[in-house]
């Protein structure tokens, strides 16, 4: 079974003269394969974000609950790691977003200021964070909820200032920034 995925691994890793996985379906299984090679809680700590997120995304939305709720139980572990930060967002927007798609936006609220709270990394220093709970609760009309997010990201996000204050003013106006490639980071 090692071997198997081993090579399932090595067949979708750019590192092995491939292209980076593009569609979907390739991230999902890419991100399986990287959870299952995770024996030790370390790897399991890189592994489980992306399995969450990716989870999602797939519409498995029981199992990226179970994989953000993982990822939560191991943060008390990692949190000296440079990338606590940002794994701690990662739970956070994925527990938010199966919260919103439950039906329940108060826990939902809660996961986008938990997210927006988490200390900042070198990666969210630079590109900031995941945009896609925050679009899932201006769908459902949740707008101060996610300008106080806004404001929160000042502090992860050091170069995003003028991109949050025209996303701010964009929901202030009642609309749905387009947040592009920040719906998948």
């Known amino acids: 079974m090692r071997y198997i995925t081993a090579l399932l691994l090595c067949s979708l ?47 498995k ?12 139980a191991l ?11 940002g794994a701690m967002c990662d739970a956070n927007v994925v527990l938010g977003r199966v919260a919103v798609r439950k039906g329940n936006l108060e826990d939902a609220k809660r996961y986008l200021i938990a997210a927006g709270s988490c200390p900042p990394t070198p990666y969210l220093m630079n590109n900031g964070p995941n945009m896609g709970l925050a679009k899932d609760l201006l769908e459902k009309g949740e707008k101060q909820v996610v300008l106080d997010y806004f404001e929160l990201c000042r502090k992860l996000w050091s170069n995003g200032g003028a991109q949050l204050d025209q996303w701010s003013q964009q929901v202030k106006d009642g609309k749905i920034p387009n947040f592009g490639g920040s719906l998948s980071d």
């Open 13 to 59: 890793l750019a590192g092995c003269g491939k292209p980076a996985p593009e569609s979907p379906k390739q991230r999902y299984l890419l991100a399986m394969a990287k959870l299952q090679a995770a024996d030790a809680d370390e790897k399991k700590f890189y592994a489980l974000g992306d399995a969450a997120k990716e989870s999602f995304d797939a519409g």
């Open 75 to 85: 943060l008390p572990n990692f949190q000296k790691n440079r990338d606590y930060g």
């Open 61 to 72: 939305i029981d199992d990226a609950q179970k994989y953000a709720e993982q990822l939560m």
